[in-house]
C-alpha cells in the first residue's frame, strides 16, 4: 500500500512531541546533577509539560476552531519548536519549569487538531487507519528516537535532547507548509459548542479512566532510570537499551490493545487491560532486584501503557460524537494530568526516604482506582448495558 504523504507532516509532529515528553524520564539523574537539584526536583519537569499540555489543549482548540486546521497545526508546532529549543540554554531550574511548561502548551491541541484533519483526509472506511498513522510518529519516538536521544544526552550532554526535538520540530513545520493539504475551517461551531460534550458523565468517566489509571503507570516510567540502575543493577550506560525495550512493549502493546478491542467491548478490554497494569506494577514494587525480572517487565510495562489507548479513545468517541477535535484534545490533557500525578505523587515516597521502587506501590493505588471507575463504566454504558436500555425503551 503507498503511504499517503500528506499524513506525513502530522507523523513528524508527533515524533517530535514523543521525543519530548518521554526522553525526560531516562535522562533526570542527568539533569539533576547539572541543575544541582534532586531527582524528585527533576521529576517536577515532567509535571510543568504535562500540566502545560492540560492547561493548552482546550483553550488552543477552543480559540482555534474557526481557523484553518493547516495554519492552526503550523502556528502550534511553532510554539512547540521555539520553547523546546529554549529549553536546551535555560540557565536554571526554575526557568527551564517555566519553559517546560509553556513547551508543553501545544502538545494536546496539536493532536486535536491532527487528528481531525487525518479522518478528513482518509477516504470512507479508513480514518482509523489514517489517525492511527499519525500516532505512528509517537511510536517512533519511543521505540526509536527516546533511546537515541538517552544515549546521546547521557554520553554528551542532556542539552542536546532539547535541540534535537527543536529541530525535529523545523522538519515538522517545513514538511507542514509542503505537504498538508489546505482544508476549510468549522464555521458552524465555537468554543462553548465543541464544550457540550463536557456535561455528559460518560465522558467525565472516561478522562477519569486515562487520568487516574495511566497515572499509576507513570510513577513507573518517571523514575524509571534511578530504577533499572539503582534497584535492579543496570548500567546508566546501558538505559538506552532498556528504553528500546520499553519501546518495544509500547509498538506490541498498541497492536494488542488494538486487535483485543476489536474482538472484545471497548469496556471489558480497558478493565482487563488496568488490571493487568496493577498486577505488574506490584510486580515492580517487590522484584525489580532482580535484573532479569526487571527487564521483562520493563517491556510488560511499557506495552500495557500503550495498550489502553484504542479501546479508551473509542470510549470517548462514544462519549462526544459531535466534538472530537475537543474530546481528542481533552484526552491528551487527562494523558499528561495522569503524567504529571504519576511523576508528583510517586517522587512522595522518594522525598521520605524509600527506595526507588517504593513509586510503583503508588501505581498500584492509582490503577486500583481507575479499575473500579472503569468496572463501574462499563456497568452504565457497555455494550451489554446499553443493549438492556435500548429494550426497555422499545417495551415503553
Request: aromatic share 12%.
Amino acid at each position: 500500500m503507498k503511504l499517503d504523504k500528506r499524513i506525513i507532516p502530522l507523523a513528524i509532529g508527533g515524533l517530535g512531541i514523543g521525543t519530548t515528553e518521554f526522553t525526560v524520564m531516562g535522562l533526570l539523574p542527568d539533569i539533576a546533577r547539572s541543575l544541582q537539584i534532586s531527582i524528585p526536583e527533576a521529576g517536577h519537569l515532567i509535571s510543568a509539560y504535562a500540566l502545560g499540555v492540560v492547561i493548552g489543549a482546550p483553550i488552543l482548540i477552543g480559540y482555534s476552531v474557526k481557523f484553518p486546521p493547516k495554519k492552526v497545526l503550523i502556528v502550534l508546532m511553532m510554539i512547540f519548536t521555539l520553547f523546546n529549543g529554549l529549553s536546551a540554554v535555560a540557565p536554571g531550574y526554575y526557568t527551564m519549569l517555566v519553559i517546560r511548561f509553556l513547551s508543553g502548551l501545544p502538545h494536546g491541541a496539536f493532536f486535536g487538531v491532527g487528528t481531525v484533519v487525518a479522518a478528513r483526509m482518509a477516504g470512507k472506511g479508513k480514518e482509523a487507519f489514517y489517525i492511527s498513522l499519525m500516532f505512528t510518529g509517537l511510536t517512533i519516538a519511543n521505540l526509536a528516537m527516546v533511546p537515541l536521544v538517552t544515549y546521546i544526552g547521557h554520553v554528551f550532554h542532556w542539552r542536546w535532547y532539547f535541540a534535537i526535538v527543536a529541530v525535529i520540530g523545523l522538519f515538522a513545520l517545513l514538511f507542514l507548509k509542503l505537504w498538508l493539504p489546505v482544508l476549510d475551517s468549522n464555521q458552524d461551531t465555537h468554543f462553548m459548542e465543541e464544550l457540550k460534550f463536557l456535561r455528559k458523565k460518560q465522558a467525565w468517566f472516561v478522562l477519569m479512566i486515562t487520568a487516574i489509571g495511566f497515572g499509576g503507570l507513570f510513577t513507573w516510567f518517571s523514575y524509571i532510570t534511578p530504577l533499572m540502575t539503582v534497584i535492579s543493577g543496570i548500567k546508566e550506560s546501558q538505559m538506552a537499551y532498556v528504553m528500546i525495550l520499553a519501546g518495544g512493549g509500547m509498538v506490541v502493546g498498541n497492536l494488542v490493545g488494538g486487535y483485543l478491542s476489536d474482538r472484545l467491548s471497548p469496556e471489558k478490554t480497558c478493565a482487563l487491560l488496568l488490571l493487568l497494569m496493577m498486577i505488574s506494577l506490584a510486580g515492580v514494587f517487590f522484584l525489580s532486584e532482580y535484573k532479569n525480572v526487571s527487564l521483562a517487565l520493563t517491556f510488560i510495562c511499557g506495552a500495557l501503557s500503550m495498550s489502553v489507548a484504542a479501546p479508551i479513545n473509542i470510549m470517548m468517541m462514544k462519549a462526544a460524537p459531535k466534538s472530537e477535535m475537543m474530546a481528542a484534545a481533552f484526552m491528551q490533557a487527562a494523558f499528561n494530568i495522569a503524567n504529571a500525578m504519576g511523576a508528583f505523587l510517586g517522587g512522595i515516597p522518594l522525598e521520605k526516604g524509600y527506595p526507588f521502587n517504593y513509586p510503583s506501590l503508588v501505581g498500584v493505588g492509582m490503577t486500583l482506582i481507575g479499575l473500579i471507575i472503569a468496572l463501574r463504566y462499563k456497568s452504565l454504558y457497555g455494550s451489554q448495558a446499553v443493549e438492556k436500555e435500548e429494550v426497555s425503551i422499545e417495551s415503553f
